[in-house]
């Protein structure tokens, strides 16, 4: 089994919008100025309109960074990739388990772009790197199809709900104790959700982590009959 590493990708920053309205917004209050009222004396060269809207673009690019981006996850990408070698029979469970895996992943990439309150978007973010690892560890190995069976068909889901849950009341704009509440709790379960899902993780492990382990005995034993140890 082997275990995707390609995560950690650099993070892309989009560009804000507001230095483009603030050159705007200078340069026709400028131009507009210059247009209606007669200024009696000579204006420095900076107080051209154009010059002006140039230097209130650079100085609001430095103000306003663009809000970093996330880079997606690419396990929907590698799901849709054959699940096994054309020699192997069909398995149509993994297939299933596969796509139903692949189409929570990018539901849950949705909900998290919706978030705006950061602390539960980078969670969620966590939780989709793991889950994209689980779905790539049970393609790679049909052993893990057991281990996974449940988490894709209770724990996968019902995280995607209570994310849903938790969209729609954060930006409901309501303050009473059951909105407020709920969205607390769910706050506090998204970290019990993490631990969770890198134990699922872990254990898909176990059958390699075996197999080495005989290799490991089986070689000391090799190299102490043939007197190398």
Same mark, same amino acid.
């Given at each position: ?11 892309? $920053? ?37 010059? %002006? ?7 609001? =690019? ?31 469970? %993994?297939?299933?388990?596969? $796509?139903?895996?692949? %189409? ?21 973010? $966590? ?12 393609? =790679? ?10 988490? %894709? ?37 998204? =970290? ?15 059958? =390699? ?21």
């Amino acid at each position: 089994m082997r275990q995707d590493n390609n995560h950690n990708k650099k993070k892309k $920053k989009k560009a804000s919008p507001i230095p483009i309205y603030l050159a705007a917004a200078v340069f026709a209050v400028t131009s507009l100025a210059g247009s209606f009222f007669v200024i009696p004396v000579s204006l420095p060269w900076w107080c051209n309109p154009w010059i %002006l809207a140039g230097i209130t673009w650079l100085l609001g =690019d430095l103000a306003f960074k663009g809000k970093p981006e996330l880079p997606e996850h690419t396990a929907d990408v590698i799901i849709d990739e054959p699940a096994r070698e054309s020699a192997e029979p069909l398995n149509p469970e %993994l297939d299933a388990l596969l $796509k139903e895996g692949s %189409l929570a992943l990018s539901e849950m990439g949705r909900i998290r772009r919706s978030i705006t309150n950061k602390d539960v978007e980078l969670k969620i973010y $966590k939780i989709e790197e793991i889950t994209g690892k689980i779905l790539t560890n049970v393609k =790679d190995d049909k052993r893990d199809v057991p281990k996974t069976r449940k988490f %894709l068909k209770y724990y996968l889901p019902t995280t995607l709900k209570l994310l849903n849950a938790y969209d729609r009341m954060a930006d409901s704009a309501i303050d009473g104790d059951n909105v407020s509440g709920t969205v607390k709790r769910i706050e506090v379960l998204l =970290d019990d959700i993490i631990i969770a899902y890198n134990k699922q993780l872990d254990s898909m492990f176990s059958d =390699d982590a075996l197999d080495i382990e005989t290799d490991i005995r089986v070689m000391e034993n090799q190299m102490r009959s043939e007197g190398l140890l």
